[in-house]
T-cell receptor, first 112, second 114 residues
Framework: DAGVTQSPTHLIKTRGQQVTLRCSPKSGHDTVSWYQQALGQGPQFIFQYYEEEERQRGNFPDRFSGHQFPNYSSELNVNALLLGDSALYLC???????????FGSGTRLTVV | AQSVTQLDSQVPVFEEAPVELRCNYS??????LFWYVQYPNQGLQLLLKYLSGSTLVESINGFEAEFNKSQTSFHLRKPSVHISDTAEYFCAVRWDTGFQKLVFGTGTRLLVSP
């Protein structure tokens, strides 16, 4: 049974560019959350998607947006990249009503 | 504001010694508590969780944590650590307020030396 799959594992972007990160949830899970983990910090909640809608959002600017598809997979988009966006981006999936979260291995984004 | 505090950024211990990693959170409202472990260049792996019932929860690799509602704490313990336990440990809390997010502490790096 595959866990949470994230792609790509690493990427390097230039300031001002746009990036799309992808996440496939664990089989049977219907909810996807995205977290940003800066170096030496704990993960910070970006937003959560359920039934293809953004259900809750953390303290991140509108440059961060997302999408959930009918198969529950999700994308995280970041526009106008800043150097401070360099971080490990983690996707977590869960099943609505069940308090267990499975994390992927993350995408390491470096903005130069 | 909801917050999670891990006071120790780094805990060095010798192999086979006991260890305690501390976690406190900001509110005694009904909570769900988690400990995650992160090895270098990897994602987060669930170590153990408290949802309800017994306040002492255990993992399969010898870690345990105790939910203390009065002290709003969820400290992680292991009676005898191994070199392979060297990793970053994160405490996370979900408050039962309708909000779905996990709030993480800043992490504690456990360094086990021979």
């Amino acid at each position: 049974d595959a866990g949470v799959t994230q792609s790509p594992t690493h990427l390097i972007k230039t300031r001002g560019q746009q990036v799309t990160l992808r996440c496939s949830p664990k089989s049977g899970h219907d909810t996807v959350s995205w977290y940003q983990q800066a170096l030496g910090q704990g993960p910070q909640f970006i937003f959560q998607y359920y039934e293809e809608e953004e259900r809750q959002r953390g303290n991140f600017p509108d440059r961060f947006s997302g999408h959930q598809f009918p198969n529950y997979s999700s994308e995280l988009n970041v526009n106008a990249l800043l150097l401070g966006d360099s971080a490990l981006y983690l996707c977590a999936s869960s099943l609505e009503g069940v308090y267990g979260y499975t994390f992927g291995s993350g995408t390491r984004l470096t903005v130069v | 504001a909801q917050s999670v505090t891990q006071l120790d950024s780094q805990v060095p211990v010798f192999e086979e010694a006991p260890v305690e990693l501390r976690c406190n959170y900001s509110s005694s409202v009904s909570v769900y508590l988690f400990w995650y472990v992160q090895y270098p260049n990897q994602g987060l792996q669930l170590l153990l969780k408290y949802l309800s019932g017994s306040t002492l929860v255990e993992s399969i690799n010898g870690f345990e944590a105790e939910f203390n509602k009065s002290q709003t704490s969820f400290h992680l313990r292991k009676p005898s650590v191994h070199i392979s336990d060297t990793a970053e440990y994160f405490c996370a809390v979900r408050w039962d307020t309708g909000f779905q997010k996990l709030v993480f502490g800043t992490g504690t790096r456990l360094l086990v030396s021979p």
